[in-house]
């Protein structure tokens, strides 16, 4: 099952403090269901959730798809 992965790092730590996983059939709603401070991180870094709903579905998104680094924290979206 196809699935967008989002995975948040706490300062230097190899192991992610947080991690989301939502499978490709609940993207469609899972705005409403991401993390309001995730939400707006993503938004501020112009991430279009239907694209990547489209990307996933024709097989065109997988991997890594983006990194986030802040100051205190690292996030990393990836389709698995």
Known sequence: MKQLKIS?????????DTTI???LTALK???????????EKMVGEGIDLQEIVKAMETGDASGKLMEIQSKDEHIVISAE
């Open 8 to 16: 948040i790092y706490k300062g230097d730590t190899s192991n992610p």
């Open 21 to 23: 996983k939502i499978p």
């Open 29 to 39: 709603i899972a705005n409403a269901l991401i993390p309001k401070k995730i939400r």
